[in-house]
């Protein structure tokens, strides 16, 4: 028991250590790296560490008769969740979405401290010992604090009044409600009953199940079934349209959205908002096939006012490729990334 | 039929090889190889590995047909559909070429499935980290590291076609040591010594004085014929071997010692001593673009490129702005990076853009605004005749500005087509909305040139020296010219010079008529950068363009700023005042 608990506590300070190094930037600061696709277990096991850590540290002090004060246990757990969401979650989170997070954890600990009468005196204590002043040393912290306060209050409001020129923040609408219908080359589609012409099965039947069967595995590196590979010189009908689709995709839209639909292509880094990732559960996962056809067909400059038009380099593709030629790049993101389009029921 | 053709590509890429070889031999660069004596200096003799297992390479094979086969082809000849317009063309694997390498200069690559270690495995780490600059992604996070390891098993042993990696006969395997040769450190010293060998050496006969690409950048091919361009020092994000770690002197060190195969940039292990290297390499290595105290630039992870502010702030000073770019007024100021991508929404789209990036300052006094806006070219571009078209026209492909078609063939490629342009004007234009007060955040005109509805107020500059004001109303329409507004626009410097333009602009803060836009301070005023490269075949549409970033006049801080601040420190004083009074009262007894 002990052996796991000291086992515990080096893992955990070794972490704690690692990501202190890491933001004060002795060691670099991409030393352990959060890579994509990773990132969520990364995270979770992360966290799993710390915990490990400091349930181990905080046993381990007790047993050994020098025991950490309540006081300070809240206090450095509270600052740890601060300083992990500011330097280590990657994509940064905004300042408005930390100091949620910063308050929530703040409730926590404090329902931690005060879960019974006693554990609340403990916590108590140290500050109302500051306040009393009964010792030379309490003395000199609450000299000092009282001093301090004002001047780090003052000092923030000063910062935050001060004109800065920060980006300012504008939220835009993802996937905007659709319209009924969309006319393209000449063409009425209605986005309910429009099915894609390349969704078929062997006998040239629309067939969602049939090619459901044939698109990538949802599993690391999504690569093809053995048995479905469209660059097969014998593919017909469904894994040939794949084929053709994937043809259009590679010389035109993966400029954006990337070799592996992900949204990292070549000139992704220079637009704000940048690509859309078909490979995000949040995108063509969550919508029908006929919406994708308008906003393919309709681009950026289609848009309503909520998606911000303006700033959306996506082409209205009308302007570049046929209606087939929109219907086979649609069929091949969703076999690429290994999504079924969503149906209307 | 296709056989046929691909054996007479392949003859003829390689009769060009042997050129290169013949040529390079010559030159001493591959004298070692021959002589067959000593190692160049930092190299160690090393073993060739076995094929990897048949598992690996059949697994690999469907990693190749999901991912790869869409820019390498399918018989990884880099011919795939997205090929004809890429520049760089995606790699040809069949002659066993690549660039980034730990390998003396026209040996195979370090491949060894077994053993996915950094430093020892060439090919797994461009595949882990993709080739910044062209359109090769980093595949971590995306395959595995097995899977990397199949379709690099795949790749090797079946379309590398005219050499094979465990052939012990014609193949050697001379490794650069670099974990065993301890660096020089940047010093002053290091880096002046590198400063004057690449003089020396003559680096700056392609890679230009100043190290941004400008030198003998046009006649440059690689084996397989397309144009290749010398690497600009100063964008180290875009260094093919920069593994996701561009200030890292490492990278440039091991790419001097083993040089690029198939591309003219040779390895210049025998040439010079390790120490040499390390001052050159220290030397390339201090000239990528830094923050204004010399730190790296932040690299933003998710792109690989210097991470974007998107608010381009406006300094006031008093009196009149200087027109020089190292004034204190100027130099003290810092700058801001604006990332260019193709415009690639509405035809004739450009693929291949070859400025990304602008560098931009701005300062303003009580009448003018003034821009300074810094990028690098490779070429001063300046049409010898006359354009055919009036500067207000925005649809040129009448006269020949076209986009790259998909399906060509590699001779009439995008890769085969660079630098065969008719070359036009070198140009930058930036556009504001014309009413932005009354447009109500987020609205903004459409980025290409505004919209029916809102208009765009548009400055371009021109290499042929001039500048123009228009209004743009959308991104097909013509521009309409605003000859009021050209007498009080002016350029105050323009200048290309090693490889770097430097354009300084001018104009009013207020306009006196409808059509001009009105700068007040403190506001968030839209505006969007469009940058032609006449080399390029860059006009009209085909162009690079920003997203859109922010001008910010600063204003001066009001007296406010530091007014309330005391108030609320002063109320702090009296709220610790009470709550101690009232500690003090509860101890004696008291309630209050």
């Given amino acids: 028991m002990k052996g796991i608990l000291y086992l515990g506590a080096l893992v955990g300070g070794v972490a704690v250590l690692l990501l202190v190094s890491m933001v004060l930037g002795i060691i670099p600061p991409e030393t352990v790296r959060l890579v994509e696709g990773y990132m969520p277990m990364q995270m979770v096991f992360e966290l799993a560490c710390f915990v490990a850590g400091f349930t181990a540290i905080s046993y381990l002090l007790g047993a050994a008769g020098t025991p950490m004060p309540r006081f300070w246990q809240g206090i450095l757990f509270w600052v740890f969740v601060w300083v992990y969401l500011k330097f280590r979650v990657y994509p940064p989170i905004p300042f408005s979405v930390r100091a949620m997070y910063g308050t929530v954890s703040l409730v926590a600990v404090f329902m931690w401290m005060s879960s019974n009468e006693e554990d609340w005196k403990k916590f108590r204590q140290p500050i109302l010992n500051v306040l009393d002043a009964q010792t030379g040393f309490h003395r000199a912290i609450r000299t000092l604090a009282l001093i301090l306060l004002p001047i780090i209050i003052g000092g923030f409001s000063f910062l935050s009044m001060k004109p800065s020129s920060e980006e300012p923040i504008e939220l835009r609408t993802v996937h905007p409600a659709p319209p009924a219908s969309t006319k393209v080359h000449g063409k009425t589609y209605v986005l309910q009953t429009s099915q894609n012409p390349y969704r078929v099965n062997s006998e040239g039947k629309y067939d969602q199940e049939f090619s459901n069967a044939r698109i990538v595995e949802q599993s690391m590196g999504r690569l093809m079934k053995s048995d479905a590979n469209p660059w097969d010189p014998k593919a017909e009908g469904y894994l040939k349209y794949v084929r053709e689709g994937g043809e259009i995709f590679f010389q035109n839209c993966h400029f954006c959205h990337g070799d592996n639909l992900n949204g990292r292509g070549l000139h992704a880094f220079a637009f704000n908002p940048i690509p859309a990732n078909f490979t995000d559960p949040g995108t063509i996962a969550q919508l029908q096939e006929t919406f994708i056809f308008w906003r393919v067909s309709k681009g950026g400059i289609g848009l309503p006012n909520e998606a911000f038009p303006w700033a959306s380099v996506m082409p209205p593709w009308e302007q570049h490729l046929t209606v087939d030629e929109i219907w086979k790049v649609v069929l091949f993101e969703y076999w690429h990334t290994g999504y079924y389009p969503r149906t209307w029921d | ?592």
């Fill in chain 2, 1 to 592: 039929m296709r056989n046929g053709l691909m054996t007479s590509k392949i003859g003829s890429i390689l009769m060009g090889a042997i050129g290169m070889t013949m040529v390079a031999g010559s030159a001493g660069m591959w004298s070692f190889a021959q002589e067959g004596g000593g190692l160049p200096e930092g190299f160690k003799k090393s073993e060739l590995v076995n094929l990897p297992s048949a598992e690996m390479i059949e697994a690999g094979k469907r990693v190749y047909f999901t991912k790869c086969v869409w820019c390498h082809g399918v018989e990884g000849a880099g011919d795939g559909p997205a090929a004809d317009r890429l520049w760089p063309r995606p790699r040809n694997f069949n002659q066993g070429t690549f660039k980034i390498r730990h390998t003396a200069s026209g040996e195979l690559p370090l491949f060894d499935a077994t053993k996915p270690v950094a430093g020892q495995n060439d090919l797994f780490e461009t595949v882990t980290h993709g080739l910044p600059g062209s359109a090769m992604p980093p595949w971590e996070g995306i395959l595995s590291e097995e899977q990397r390891l199949q379709v690099l098993s795949f790749v090797t042993s079946q379309l590398v076609k005219d050499r094979k990696f465990d052939d012990k006969a014609s193949e050697t395997q001379t490794v650069l040591d670099l974990a065993g040769l301890k660096a020089t450190p940047a010093n002053k010293e290091s880096i002046d010594k590198g400063a004057q060998l690449v003089v020396d050496k003559k680096c700056v006969e392609c890679h230009g004085t100043d190290g941004r690409g400008d030198g003998n950048a046009f006649n440059l091919k690689d084996d397989w014929g397309f144009s290749i361009q010398p690497a600009d020092w100063h964008k180290c994000w875009n260094f093919r071997g920069s593994r996701r770690d561009p200030y890292n002197v490492k990278n440039i060190f091991r790419t001097f010692s083993t040089g690029l195969n198939g591309t003219p940039m040779p390895s210049f292990a025998d040439s010079t001593s390790v120490e040499e290297r390390w001052h050159i390499a220290n030397f390339v290595n201090s000239l990528c673009e830094r923050d204004s105290e010399g730190n790296p630039l932040p690299i933003d992870p998710l792109t690989d490129k210097p991470k974007i502010n998107f608010v381009i702030p406006s300094f006031s000073v008093e009196g009149d702005i200087s027109d020089d770019p190292e004034n204190d007024m100027w130099a003290k100021q810092g700058r801001r990076y604006v990332a260019m991508g193709g415009q690639i929404t509405h035809k004739p789209r450009n693929f291949v853009n070859r400025i990304d990036d602008l560098w931009v300052k701005s300062l303003y006094n009580d009448k003018d605004v003034v821009f300074l806006i810094q990028w690098d070219d490779r070429t001063k571009s300046v049409a010898e005749t006359k354009l055919p078209w009036e500067p207000t026209e925005v649809n040129l492909d009448q006269y020949g500005v076209k986009e790259q078609d998909p399906k060509t063939g590699e001779e009439s490629s995008i890769a085969g087509h660079q630098n065969k342009y008719t070359v036009y004007n070198d140009a930058v234009a930036f556009q504001f909305p014309v009413k932005w007060q009354e447009i109500p955040p987020p609205f903004k005109p459409r980025y290409l040139w505004g919209d029916q509805k809102f208009a765009a107020d548009i400055m371009k500059w021109e290499a042929d020296g001039s500048i123009r004001a228009f209004t743009g109303t959308g991104w097909d329409q013509d521009f309409e010219a605003r000859d009021d507004f050209n007498e009080k626009i002016t350029i105050m410097k323009s200048e290309w010079k090693n490889g770097r333009w430097t354009l300084m602009v001018k104009r009013p803060l207020k306009g006196e008529y409808e059509e001009d836009t009105q700068f007040d301070m403190g506001k968030y005023i839209p505006i969007v950068f469009f940058a032609w490269d006449g080399h390029n075949g860059d006009a009209g549409r085909k162009m690079a363009v920003s997203a859109f970033y922010y001008t910010f006049l600063q204003p001066p801080i009001p007296r406010e700023v530091y007014i309330y601040p005391l108030v609320i420190g002063v109320g702090v004083i009296l709220l610790e005042g009470w709550v101690l009074t009232r500690r003090a009262n509860k101890r004696r007894g008291k309630v209050l």
